[in-house]
């Protein structure tokens, strides 16, 4: 089918019908390569710890989204790398239906480019994603090649995101950059603060509370040789017939 068709075939279709449910799972191809999985797996848990506290979000990797009109499995389906919906129950799901999650698509879509998919992710599933899904917040990465763009739907037209001074790109619908770090796709905060994992926060918690536990020795160290000053002091002004208490 082509994209002309598929376009197509959507128009005229309400996008307020809620379709009879139904119970589909994932059917996505194997990932390209181990660092593909290591760079959906890295964004799932750095944007699941910093969302620990919300209920109301759902993000995935490699799942498929279903949004046949009729609820056919067989036509109609995407899988992007990593997707983000908003307003939404956080819960598990085998796959993302649209018909079965009142007719919602994600705000955020990231796809990681290869040889075999990039042609297909800046073309084809750019303008599915633009027209079709609507998807608020569209990127692209190659982490090999480090290629990184990003862009945004405006008046029903994605347009090219305009990078920081340091080389990222604003989610809007996530308010959050997202910029490449030590070769890897990560998100960043408003101001600029690296969005850690769950195991890197516990790290530099620990450094922290060593830190502290450092300076405190620290300090105590330099009270005990304080006091040991003042009373070698003492012991010479005695050795002097004067008292240090009078002094």
């Known amino acids: 089918m082509t994209i002309a068709q598929e376009l197509d075939d959507q128009k005229g279709i309400c996008e307020d019908v809620i379709f009879p449910p139904g119970d589909l799972y994932s ?20 944007l ?30 995407r899988g992007p790398d990593f997707f983000v919906v908003l307003g939404t129950e956080r819960k598990t799901r085998k796959s993302w239906v ?21 042609n297909t992710d800046k073309n084809l599933k750019k303008t599915i994603y633009q027209d079709t899904f609507r998807t608020p917040d569209y990127f692209w990465f190659d982490p090999y090649t480090q290629e990184f763009a990003g862009f945004h739907l405006v008046d029903g037209e994605y347009q090219p995101l305009q990078a920081s001074e340091e080389g990222y790109l604003w989610s809007h619908q996530l308010g959050l950059y997202l910029g490449v770090y030590q070769g890897l796709l990560r998100f960043f905060t408003r101001d ?56």
Request: some cysteine.
């Open 27 to 46: 059917d996505e191809p194997p990932l390209e390569s181990e660092l593909h999985l290591e760079q959906i797996m890295l964004l799932l848990k750095c």
């Open 48 to 77: 699941k710890w910093l969302w620990r506290d919300k209920n109301d979000f759902y993000a995935a990797g490699n799942l498929t989204i279903y949004y046949s009109p009729r609820q056919r499995k067989s036509e109609y389906f």
């Open 98 to 118: 649209v018909w079965e999650e009142d007719g919602k698509y994600p705000n955020v879509i990231l796809e990681i480019l290869s040889d075999s998919t990039a």
């Open 192 to 247: 600029g603060q690296l969005v850690p994992t769950l195991e890197e926060a516990t790290e530099q918690a620990e450094q922290k509370a060593e830190q502290a536990e450092q300076k405190a020795e620290q300090a105590e160290q330099k009270a005990e040789q304080a006091e040991q000053k003042a009373e070698r002091l003492a012991e010479k002004l005695r050795e002097l017939n004067i008292d240090p208490d009078t002094i």
